[in-house]
């Protein structure tokens, strides 16, 4: 597979190109960035560590496609749209790990995927995904009894709150119970929790890679069901499956879920 990588001075963006150098079946072929990083025009390879692989980045996202089965993007919401619409044009698979994304992204992913196949998962772990399912396995058979609440840790340095991953663990609470309406962070008289909120709470410190954790409280019990990330590799891992996965699917909206079978 022929890889492109956007936001590729980035942390995750490195942690691809790291992995995709190791494996024998991928080749990095370009990778983009913002046109003012301190890493634009540089060698892929000595920005990740690895030694020069005679790929340089670019801010011209065309030029950074050319060639390539597939683009992982892990960027910023606002530089999303605008990959999303030459990837589909170069007819370029994408797969999108960018989080924090707005309405305008969302419809480009869903044009985009009329021309490509198209991945955007706020988390690429396996294990993430099967903590959806257990979360909307366990709201459903505890019902309205039951409080949510979800709880997200990240390092310091991440900059939109709360992360998509809780977003997304609270969409799998309201595919079970579709009332629960999102509450960020409680602060200052709020008054007692009513049945259908489902607080969800950002805590910011250090250099945690990601944990969360979703609370079902019920009278006299409570079940605490966490999901611990100890590397950010595990995530380009999972979007370096799904770039293989997706390079030469028809096009359409593919999940993590279609990835694990
Ligand atoms: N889905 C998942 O599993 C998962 C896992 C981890 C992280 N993430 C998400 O992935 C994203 C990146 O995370 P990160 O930790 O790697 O952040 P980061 O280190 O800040 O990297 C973001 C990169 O995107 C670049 N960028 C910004 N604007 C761009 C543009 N117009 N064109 C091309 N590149 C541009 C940034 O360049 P500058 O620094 O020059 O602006 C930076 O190199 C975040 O949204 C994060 O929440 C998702």
Known sequence: MRLAIFGVTGRM??????????????????????????????DIGELAG????????????????????AVIDF???SAVASLVSVAARQRVAIVSGTTNIDDNAHRAFDKAAEAV????SANMSLGIQ????LVEQAARRLGKAFDVEVV????RKKIDAPSGTAKRLAEAARK??????????????????TNDELGLLAVRGGDVIGDHTVF????????????????RELFAHGALVAAKYLAGKAPGRYTIADVLG
């Open 13 to 42: 963006g490195l942690a691809v190109a790291r992995l995709a150098h190791e494996d024998p079946n991928v080749e990095i072929v370009g990778g983009a960035c913002a046109p003012s990083d301190p890493g634009h025009g540089r």
């Open 50 to 69: 690895i030694g020069s692989i005679g790929v340089v980045t670019t801010a011209d996202i065309a030029s950074s496609l050319l060639g390539a089965d």
């Open 75 to 77: 960027s910023t919401a």
């Open 117 to 120: 196949p198209v991945l955007w």
């Open 130 to 133: 099967v903590l959806s399912e």
């Open 152 to 155: 997200e840790i990240h390092h």
């Open 176 to 193: 079970a119970r579709p009332e629960l309406t999102d509450l960020h962070a409680r602060s200052g008289n709020v008054g007692a929790r």
């Open 216 to 231: 079902l409280f019920g009278s006299g019990e409570r079940i605490e069901l966490t999901h611990r990330a100890s590397n």
